[in-house]
């Protein structure tokens, strides 16, 4: 096992939610750490609260925009590891009420996005690191209705990184597949009624609870870590598949 200790870890999505829970988690390693999301704002809030005495850097750059991503990573020079977790809330319209606009924009925002973020690391990756990128479990229990486009671009990612595991090599590429995770991504996408919805699933969950991004963190950590897994989806869902 790769110990992260003085390691060079890029997160993009670092600044909130599952992303910082990595962050975190890596910092506690030793890594050096930088954080990498649109809201300058934000990652200057979560620099703040992960504290690490200078070890935590930040890069305001939007992964949909090639421009940006590409001076971002040019920027940020070698490192030993790329994660990203960033996203925005998926559409969930029935198939027949699909707004064609709304598809394309997740679309470029979670698959190009995460495209053009292997692109440009890809050039300062150091041989033998790796990328682990988010998918989740609606790609293995959907929405219904209205999840069909979130379960067709999160299963996409098992395959994106099956092949990029290959053309990568030695360098390695997985995935991390989280069940429901409090977030606030999901205070955006149900606001007052995350309380209900998070019993409920809690009250059906083999765990019991909905997982924080500190119980996910470590999968991220592992795909780091593990030099010989590569082309893998870890599914970290507190058994959310088995229900
Ligand atoms: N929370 C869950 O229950 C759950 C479950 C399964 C899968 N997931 C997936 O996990 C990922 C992370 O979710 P989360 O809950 O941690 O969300 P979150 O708390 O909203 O964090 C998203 C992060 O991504 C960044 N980001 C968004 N768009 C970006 C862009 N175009 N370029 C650069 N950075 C961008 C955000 O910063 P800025 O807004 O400042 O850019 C933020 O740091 C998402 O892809 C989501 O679909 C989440």
Same mark, same amino acid.
């Given at each position: 096992m790769a110990q992260l200790m003085g390691r060079k870890i890029v997160v993009v *999505?670092?600044?909130? *939610?599952i992303g910082l829970g990595v962050a975190a988690a890596a910092l506690e390693r030793g890594a050096e750490l930088v954080i990498v999301g649109r809201s300058q704002e934000k990652l200057l809030r979560a620099q703040r609260d992960l504290g690490g005495n200078g070890r935590v850097s930040t890069v305001t750059a939007d992964m949909t925009r090639e421009g940006e991503i590409s001076a971002a990573f040019a920027g940020i020079g070698a490192f030993d590891h790329l994660v990203s977790t960033a996203g925005n809330p998926p559409p969930g319209d029935p198939i027949g009420e699909t707004n064609a606009d709304e598809v394309r924009r997740f679309i470029d925002d979670k698959l190009v996005g995460a495209v053009l973020v292997a692109k440009h690391a890809v050039r300062t990756l150091k041989r033998g690191g790796s990328m682990t990128f988010t998918s989740g479990i609606n790609k293995d229990? @959907? @929405?219904? @209705? *209205? *999840?069909a486009v979130v379960s067709a671009i999160a299963g996409s990612f098992s395959y994106f990184a099956r092949a990029l595991a290959l053309e990568l090599a030695p360098s390695r590429v997985n995935i991390v597949s989280p069940g429901w995770v409090d977030t606030p991504m999901f205070d955006e996408l149900v606001g007052e009624a995350k309380a209900g919805y998070f019993e409920a699933m809690a009250a059906r969950l083999p765990i019991g609870r909905i997982a924080a991004p500190a119980d996910v963190a470590p999968a991220y950590i592992y795909a780091m870590e593990?030099?010989?897994?590569?082309g893998e989806t870890i599914h970290i869902d507190g058994g959310q598949r088995l229900i």
């Open positions: *999505g670092g600044s909130s *939610g229990r @959907p @929405p219904v @209705p *209205g *999840g593990n030099e010989f897994m590569t």
